[in-house]
C-alpha cells in the first residue's frame, strides 16, 4: 500500500503564498487518484483539491478555486498544492490522500484509503 508524507507547512502571512509536497511509497503512484483535505481544530476535515490520476483531471473546493492549485509528478512520485493569496480561513492541518480507484477524482473522505500525518499551515494576519 503507498505511503503518502507531507512538507512544506509553516507559518506565512495572509496574502502569501506557500508550496506544500507529498512524498509516495510503495506501488507506482498513477495507481492512484489523490487529493489534498485540511482540518482546522474542531472542524471535520474537508476537501481541498483532487487530481486524476493522469494529471487529466482537477477538482477544487470552492472556497480555493482560483487561489489553489493541485499537480502530480507520477514519476517523481509527488503531489503538489500550490496555495496562493493565502486568507486567515486557510489555517489548518493539510492532508494528502489517495484513493485506489484512480478512475474516479472524488471530494468525499470515504473514498480515499491512504492518508498521510499532515502538516500544519498558519495564516496569520
Known amino acids: 500500500q503507498v505511503q503518502l508524507v507531507e512538507s512544506g507547512g509553516g507559518l506565512v502571512q495572509a496574502g502569501g503564498s506557500l508550496r506544500l509536497s507529498c512524498a509516495a511509497s510503495?506501488?507506482?503512484?498513477?495507481?492512484?487518484?489523490l487529493a489534498w483535505f485540511r482540518q482546522s481544530p474542531g472542524q471535520e476535515r474537508e476537501f481541498v483539491a483532487g487530481?486524476?490520476?493522469?494529471?487529466?483531471?482537477?477538482i477544487y473546493a470552492d472556497s480555493v478555486k482560483g487561489r489553489i492549485t493541485i499537480s502530480r509528478d507520477n514519476a517523481k512520485s509527488m503531489v503538489y498544492l500550490q496555495m496562493n493569496r493565502l486568507k486567515l480561513e486557510d489555517t489548518a492541518v493539510y492532508y494528502c490522500?489517495?484513493?485506489?480507484?484512480?478512475?474516479?477524482?472524488?471530494?468525499?473522505?470515504?473514498?480515499?484509503?491512504?492518508w498521510g500525518r499532515g502538516t500544519q499551515v498558519t495564516v496569520a494576519s
Open positions: 490522500a489517495a484513493d485506489p480507484n484512480r478512475i474516479r477524482v472524488g471530494d468525499r473522505r470515504s473514498e480515499y484509503d491512504y
Open positions: 487530481i486524476s490520476w493522469n494529471g487529466g483531471r482537477t
Open positions: 510503495g506501488p507506482p503512484l498513477s495507481t492512484y487518484a
